[in-house]
């Protein structure tokens, strides 16, 4: 089993919708996790953490942790062109080992 | 904010040859920096993790003595990729652990 898995798309939405980032995690003892963005032939770039279970919220983003269901999620409201990138979703391990998902493709449509 | 420099952005090298890749934060020291690769259309993969005054620490099936990994200073880290081969081509990335931060990264081609 994988440690993190993501849909990996592509995903596609109209201008101005929500798109939904979907992420699930095996080890239970997962403590924080992360949402990059990263764009074609670029380096990640960190869009937000969350640790505490429930909504985080950061301008058009929202994340969201369910502990009990090993499950994070990123929101994006008002979806834009500039949106479209892949994301990922990563868990902090160890030492601030951060491991990754294989990231979902997400085109928004003008 | 803190910064992550990476260079070069863009190495072609002959295979049989070694290349060098440098990572240094800017304005902040870092003890210990973590290396990725990344092949086309997979996710980062953890390679190592290079240690300021110490051995680097290999992730499991990453082989050290062709990709060794120096912590010259709290501000400097270099990856070698040692008698490369075309497997080899990837996009490599160092992070600062704690910071969320990560370099620009190295697209790496070995013809």
């Known amino acids: 089993q994988k440690e993190v898995e993501q849909n990996s798309g592509p995903l596609s939405v109209p201008e101005g919708a929500i798109a939904s980032l979907n992420c699930t995690y095996s080890d239970r003892g997962s403590q924080s996790f992360f949402w990059y963005r990263q764009y074609s032939g670029k380096s990640p770039e960190l869009i937000m953490f969350i640790y505490s279970n429930g909504d985080k919220e950061d301008g058009r983003f929202t994340a969201q942790l369910n502990k009990a269901s090993q499950y994070v999620s990123l929101l994006i409201r008002d979806s834009q062109p500039s949106d479209s990138a892949t994301y990922l979703c990563?868990?902090?391990?160890?030492?601030?080992?951060?491991?990754f998902g294989p990231g979902t493709s997400l085109s928004v449509i003008p | 904010g803190a910064v992550v420099s990476q260079h070069p952005s863009r190495v072609i090298c002959k295979s049989g040859t070694s290349v060098k890749i440098e990572c240094r934060s800017l304005d902040f020291q870092a003890t210990t920096m973590f290396w990725y690769r990344q092949f086309p259309k997979q996710s980062l993969m953890l390679m190592a993790t290079?240690?300021?005054?110490?051995?680097?620490?290999?992730e499991q099936g990453v082989e050290k003595d062709k990709f060794l990994i120096n912590h010259a200073s709290l501000t400097l880290s270099t990856l070698t990729v040692t008698s490369a081969h075309p497997e080899d081509s990837s996009f490599y990335i160092c992070?600062?652990?704690?910071?969320?931060?990560f370099g620009q990264g190295t697209r790496l081609t070995v013809v």
């Open positions: 990563g868990r902090e391990t160890s030492y601030d080992k951060v491991i």
């Open positions: 290079s240690n300021e005054g110490s051995k680097a620490t290999y």
């Open positions: 992070s600062a652990p704690g910071t969320g931060i």
